[in-house]
């Protein structure tokens, strides 16, 4: 059964930084493209990063280009999202998701794996 855990979440004042963290198990993720999604109290699931399969890609939307850098590690089948100068509208739960694809999109629909999510909140 493949899985995704997210973990890293937490509580931190703007301007502070996090590091996502999502463990892949149950099967090699290493030729799969990785996303990062978030999704805000009655706001819609929203794309925040994605990384191609060999990580030579990177996708962000413009709202945390800049702040947050996705990176992933194939040996230990991990992706991870370091988020720095967090802002308040940050504030969500984060969820990781694989692709079985090689390239990034930016719609949840085709991501085929997900995990269970990781509060953030950034206080003001």
């Known amino acids: 059964q493949a899985q995704l855990v997210e973990s890293g979440g937490g509580l931190v004042q703007a301007g502070g930084s996090l590091r996502l963290s999502c463990a892949a198990s149950?099967?090699?993720?290493?030729?799969?493209?990785m996303g990062w999604f978030r999704q805000a109290p009655g706001k819609e699931r929203e794309f925040v990063a994605g990384?191609?399969?060999?990580?030579?890609?990177?996708t962000y939307a413009d709202s945390v280009k800049g702040r947050f850098t996705i990176a992933r590690n194939s040996a230990k089948n991990t992706v991870y999202l370091q988020m720095n100068s967090l802002k308040p509208e940050d504030t969500a739960v984060y969820y990781c998701?694989?692709?079985?694809?090689?390239?990034?999109?930016?719609?949840?629909?085709?991501?085929?794996?997900w995990g269970q999510g990781t509060q953030v909140t950034v206080s003001s």
């Open positions: 998701a694989a692709r079985d694809a090689t390239l990034v999109r930016t719609t949840s629909r085709e991501y085929d794996y």
């Open positions: 149950g099967r090699t993720f290493s030729s799969y493209a």
């Open positions: 990384i191609s399969w060999s990580g030579g890609s990177k």
